[in-house]
Protein backbone atom coordinates (compact mmCIF):
# COMPACT_ATOMS: atom_id res chain seq x y z
CA UNK A 1 0.00 0.00 0.00
CA UNK A 2 1.20 3.25 -1.24
CA UNK A 3 1.73 6.32 1.79
CA UNK A 4 2.58 9.81 1.12
CA UNK A 5 3.53 12.04 4.38
CA UNK A 6 3.98 15.98 3.80
CA UNK A 7 6.28 17.92 5.74
CA UNK A 8 8.06 21.30 5.51
CA UNK A 9 5.05 24.04 6.11
CA UNK A 10 4.96 26.61 8.46
CA UNK A 11 4.39 30.26 8.25
CA UNK A 12 6.86 32.60 6.67
CA UNK A 13 6.57 36.48 5.45
CA UNK A 14 5.90 37.45 1.75
CA UNK A 15 9.74 36.90 -0.05
CA UNK A 16 10.73 33.91 1.68
CA UNK A 17 10.86 30.64 0.89
CA UNK A 18 9.86 27.27 1.88
CA UNK A 19 11.08 23.50 0.52
CA UNK A 20 8.12 20.81 1.50
CA UNK A 21 8.70 17.77 1.26
CA UNK A 22 6.93 14.26 0.55
CA UNK A 23 8.31 11.08 1.80
CA UNK A 24 6.78 7.67 -0.23
CA UNK A 25 6.57 4.31 1.10
CA UNK A 26 5.15 1.54 -0.46
CA UNK A 27 5.88 2.19 -4.13
CA UNK A 28 6.15 -0.81 -6.58
CA UNK A 29 7.09 1.11 -10.03
CA UNK A 30 8.87 3.54 -11.44
CA UNK A 31 6.61 4.33 -14.01
CA UNK A 32 4.37 6.97 -11.96
CA UNK A 33 3.79 10.71 -12.07
CA UNK A 34 3.66 12.34 -8.89
CA UNK A 35 2.37 15.94 -8.15
CA UNK A 36 1.55 18.71 -5.87
CA UNK A 37 -1.67 20.28 -5.51
CA UNK A 38 -2.90 22.67 -3.11
CA UNK A 39 -6.12 23.67 -1.68
CA UNK A 40 -7.57 26.79 0.33
CA UNK A 41 -10.80 26.98 2.52
CA UNK A 42 -14.00 27.00 0.08
CA UNK A 43 -11.99 26.79 -3.19
CA UNK A 44 -11.50 23.74 -5.10
CA UNK A 45 -8.34 21.79 -4.84
CA UNK A 46 -5.54 23.47 -7.59
CA UNK A 47 -2.68 22.21 -9.45
CA UNK A 48 0.52 23.32 -8.48
CA UNK A 49 3.55 21.52 -10.05
CA UNK A 50 3.91 17.65 -11.23
CA UNK A 51 7.07 15.66 -12.21
CA UNK A 52 6.73 12.62 -15.01
CA UNK A 53 7.67 8.96 -14.99
CA UNK A 54 10.61 9.31 -17.97
CA UNK A 55 13.29 12.04 -18.06
CA UNK A 56 11.73 13.66 -15.24
CA UNK A 57 9.66 15.90 -17.37
CA UNK A 58 7.87 18.68 -15.36
CA UNK A 59 4.71 20.70 -15.62
CA UNK A 60 3.95 23.78 -13.47
CA UNK A 61 1.23 25.77 -12.83
CA UNK A 62 1.09 29.26 -14.65
CA UNK A 63 0.90 30.96 -10.79
CA UNK A 64 3.81 29.28 -9.23
CA UNK A 65 6.20 29.09 -12.76
CA UNK A 66 9.68 30.51 -12.14
CA UNK A 67 9.21 30.57 -8.24
CA UNK A 68 8.52 26.59 -7.59
CA UNK A 69 10.39 23.62 -8.47
CA UNK A 70 9.44 20.56 -8.01
CA UNK A 71 11.90 17.75 -8.17
CA UNK A 72 12.39 13.77 -6.53
CA UNK A 73 15.49 12.42 -5.29
CA UNK A 74 16.98 9.38 -7.54
CA UNK A 75 15.30 5.97 -5.73
CA UNK A 76 12.05 8.36 -6.02
CA UNK A 77 11.15 8.05 -2.52
CA UNK A 78 11.09 11.67 -1.58
CA UNK A 79 8.96 14.12 -4.18
CA UNK A 80 10.38 17.77 -2.66
CA UNK A 81 8.59 21.47 -3.56
CA UNK A 82 10.58 24.20 -3.46
CA UNK A 83 9.15 27.40 -3.39
CA UNK A 84 10.93 30.65 -3.64
CA UNK A 85 9.36 34.16 -3.71
CA UNK A 86 6.15 33.45 -1.71
CA UNK A 87 2.98 35.57 -1.75
CA UNK A 88 0.08 35.96 0.34
CA UNK A 89 -2.03 34.09 -2.19
CA UNK A 90 0.19 31.01 -2.01
CA UNK A 91 -0.99 30.52 1.48
CA UNK A 92 -2.97 26.94 1.19
CA UNK A 93 -2.77 23.42 2.82
CA UNK A 94 -0.28 21.48 0.02
CA UNK A 95 -0.71 18.20 -0.79
CA UNK A 96 1.21 15.34 -2.23
CA UNK A 97 -0.31 12.89 -5.29
CA UNK A 98 0.70 9.39 -6.69
CA UNK A 99 -0.66 7.74 -10.21
CA UNK A 100 0.45 4.22 -10.15
CA UNK A 101 0.69 4.32 -13.55
CA UNK A 102 1.37 6.86 -16.65
CA UNK A 103 -0.90 9.05 -18.44
CA UNK A 104 -0.92 11.89 -20.88
CA UNK A 105 0.66 15.05 -19.71
CA UNK A 106 -2.58 16.97 -19.94
CA UNK A 107 -3.86 14.06 -17.30
CA UNK A 108 -1.25 16.04 -14.89
CA UNK A 109 -3.22 18.57 -13.96
CA UNK A 110 -6.47 16.93 -13.13
CA UNK A 111 -6.86 15.93 -8.98
CA UNK A 112 -8.56 12.88 -10.10
CA UNK A 113 -5.75 11.33 -12.42
CA UNK A 114 -3.82 10.50 -9.00
CA UNK A 115 -4.79 7.26 -6.89
CA UNK A 116 -2.88 8.47 -3.59
CA UNK A 117 -2.75 11.61 -1.58
CA UNK A 118 -0.89 12.41 1.82
CA UNK A 119 -2.62 14.53 4.49
CA UNK A 120 -1.67 17.50 3.56
CA UNK A 121 1.07 20.52 5.39
CA UNK A 122 -0.28 23.74 5.59
CA UNK A 123 2.16 27.17 4.61
CA UNK A 124 0.97 30.34 5.70
CA UNK A 125 2.49 33.72 4.02
CA UNK A 126 1.46 36.34 6.00
CA UNK A 127 3.73 39.83 7.31
Known amino acids: QVQLAESGGGMVQPGASLRLSCAVSGRTSNDITMAWFRQTPGKEREFVAAIGPRYRATLYADSVKGRFTISEDNAKSTLNLDMNSLKSEDTAIYYC????????????????????WGQGTQVTVSS
Open 97 to 116: ALRRSNVVRSAWPVDRSYDY
